[in-house]
Structure formats: C-alpha cells, structure tokens
C-alpha cells in the first residue's frame, strides 16, 4: 500500500464514490471485507446528492485514496467549529482491508482537520453492535465519551435498520 495517494474529492469524483463507499459497508460485497454493516443495515450507505453537497461544502472535505490511478478508499472530515471536527466514512475497499490504508486515512484526516479547521478533538460515531471496529478506533486513539445518540432509523438516506435497538457511541481523540 506503500503507492497509495491522497487527495481531496471534487464534483468530478461523486459518481465513483458513491459505489466505493456502499460496497465497502453494505449489501454482499461488503462481506469480503471485516468493517461491513450489511448484517445491520439495508439500501446505499450514502447517495450521489448527500456527497456532491459534502463535496461543494467548505467546511467539509472528502479525503480520497487512490492506487494505481483506481480509487481504493475515503475518509471524510467535518469542520464542526469550536476546536472540533468530526471524522466520518472511513471506507477502505472490501477486498484491501486489513493492510493498514485505514490508518493512514485517519492520519491523513487528522493531520488536514489541525491544518485547514484548527481542529483540536476530532469525534466520530460507530454504531455499538459494531464492538470489533470500536475496539479498531480505540487502539487508534479514539475513545469513547460515554455519550449514545440514536440511530436515525425513520430516515431512509441513512440505511433501513434491520434491526431496532441501534445507537451510536461517541468516540473522541485529542489532536
């Protein structure tokens, strides 16, 4: 992975992303890979309209990973004001999971969310049945706050539940 790249998405790059992202979380391929949700969650993690407006946001940026001239992962990274940015999307094709693109994408995140926002906590929310990857973030540095919010289960753009007791926990680092 040492030929991997990085750089921020543009307008151009959404048609790509998109089945990126849901592959890596959602429906069968994603089972190729250990951090899918498709034993949780149906329909696209995200859709084409919700990453063109990240995409145009100035305080939002999309980190894209690239090897090969093909796009092999993203993280995506939020400007939320205050000393905080939040961390979201972390997605690394199913079939190179597990070879450390993962890590450099949060220190890519990272690195970017101190430079460009100021940034001085980064937060991120990890659905709790997902014990596996919590315990992944943690030996990253990201701890849990002791804070849950509830899963937006009535809300179709984030996945139909296919089952009713999902949360998030809250995880923060200090940068």
């Given at each position: 992975?040492?030929?991997?790249?990085?750089?921020?998405?543009?307008?151009?790059?959404?048609?790509?992303?998109?089945?990126?992202?849901?592959?890596?979380?959602?429906?069968?391929?994603?089972?190729?890979?250990?951090?899918?949700?498709?034993?949780?969650?149906?329909?696209?993690?995200?859709?084409?309209?919700?990453?063109a407006?990240?995409?145009?946001d100035?305080?939002?940026?999309?980190?894209?990973?690239?090897?090969?001239?093909?796009?092999?992962?993203?993280?995506?990274?939020?400007?939320k004001?205050?000393?905080?940015?939040?961390?979201?999307?972390l997605?690394?094709?199913?079939?190179l999971?597990?070879?450390?693109?993962?890590?450099?994408?949060?220190?890519?995140?990272?690195?970017?969310a101190?430079?460009?926002?100021?940034?001085?906590?980064?937060?991120?929310t990890?659905?709790?049945?997902?014990?596996?990857?919590?315990?992944?973030?943690?030996?990253?540095?990201?701890?849990?706050?002791g804070?849950?919010?509830?899963?937006?289960?009535t809300?179709?753009?984030?996945?139909?539940?296919?089952?009713?007791?999902?949360?998030?926990?809250?995880?923060?680092?200090?940068?």
């Amino acid at each position: 992975m040492d030929d991997v790249t990085f750089r921020p998405a543009g307008a151009d790059d959404v048609p790509a992303l998109q089945p990126l992202v849901h592959h890596a979380y959602r429906g069968d391929r994603a089972r190729v890979g250990w951090t899918h949700e498709a034993d949780l969650l149906d329909a696209a993690r995200i859709d084409e309209a919700a990453l063109a407006e990240s995409v145009a946001d100035p305080a939002q940026v999309i980190i894209l990973a690239e090897q090969a001239g093909d796009l092999v992962g993203c993280v995506h990274v939020t400007d939320k004001g205050g000393g905080l940015a939040y961390l979201g999307m972390l997605t690394v094709a199913a079939p190179l999971q597990a070879r450390g693109l993962g890590r450099r994408l949060i220190e890519q995140a990272e690195t970017l969310a101190l430079a460009r926002f100021g940034a001085r906590r980064m937060e991120m929310t990890v659905i709790v049945q997902r014990t596996e990857l919590i315990d992944w973030y943690i030996r990253r540095g990201y701890l849990p706050t002791g804070e849950t919010r509830p899963f937006p289960a009535t809300d179709p753009r984030f996945g139909i539940p296919r089952r009713s007791d999902l949360a998030f926990v809250v995880l923060e680092k200090a940068l």
